[in-house]
């Protein structure tokens, strides 16, 4: 049972590079989540997709474009990596909207020199 | 005022005591609130869901104050292995599908 997956677990990237991270469920969930954690800070939402077919802006998009692939995939696309985006990215799942709880990826530790 | 708010910690908690920690959030409407355990580096983890007034799951209890807005968490007979950042997650004021997520509060349970 693999829940959220994501792909890589660590990159390092010079600035200007790009990258795509992918993120994958298997529970058949409608919503997908991606978030970044910076140290002493809370997940800051940068992209949702509430359903397939949709996407919309979270709290801190600037610099980053997403695609909902179909159903199961969710993937997040640095297009012109800057050092401001070295974080942590996590993808989740949610059954559907705000009142379900999220199902984590594992995470992406992703630095930008 | 943020949506959600937590004292970060640490909270020192010596093995087998209570602890005890609150989240207050700002929208009033919210109807589900949730508890996630996080372990460093690692990801969030579902602690908890709490949909009315509270929520018990063996030594976790959360309680709610609507009137008061805020949420706790209280942890008995304290464990090493519950020494973790514990995040406290609300549904979002301004649209439907997001959740905001408290900075967390640290907890370190000491033999």
């Known amino acids: 049972n693999a829940g959220v997956t994501q792909t890589p677990k660590f990159q390092v990237l010079k600035t200007g590079q790009s990258m795509t991270l992918q993120c994958a469920q298997d529970?058949?969930?409608?919503?997908m989540y991606w978030y970044r954690q910076d140290p002493g800070m809370g997940l800051r939402l940068i992209y949702y997709?509430?359903?397939?077919?949709?996407?919309d802006k979270g709290e801190v998009p600037n610099g980053y474009n997403v695609s909902r692939l179909n159903k199961r995939e969710f993937s997040l696309r640095l297009e012109s990596a800057a050092p401001s985006q070295t974080s942590v990215y996590f993808c989740?799942?949610?059954?559907?909207?705000?009142?379900?709880?999220?199902?984590f990826g594992n995470g992406t530790r992703l630095t930008v020199t | 005022r943020k949506e959600v708010e937590q004292d970060p910690g640490p909270f020192n908690v010596p093995e087998g005591a209570t602890v005890a920690f609150n989240c207050t959030y700002s929208?009033?409407?919210?109807?589900?609130f949730f508890w996630y355990r996080q372990d460093c580096r690692k990801e969030p983890k579902l602690l908890m869901s709490?949909?009315?007034s509270g929520n018990e799951d063996g030594r976790f209890t959360a309680q709610l104050n609507r009137a008061s807005q805020y949420i706790s968490l209280l942890i008995r007979d304290s464990k090493l292995s519950d020494s973790a950042t514990y995040l406290c997650?609300?549904?979002?004021?301004?649209?439907?599908?997001?959740?905001?997520f408290g900075a967390g509060t640290q907890v370190v349970v000491t033999p």
């Open positions: 709490v949909y009315s």
């Open positions: 929208n009033s409407a919210s109807q589900s």
């Open positions: 997650v609300v549904p979002a004021t301004d649209s439907w599908g997001k959740l905001q």
């Open positions: 989740a799942s949610s059954e559907a909207g705000q009142n379900s709880p999220l199902h």
């Open positions: 529970m058949n969930h409608n919503s």
């Open positions: 997709s509430a359903s397939e077919g949709t996407t």
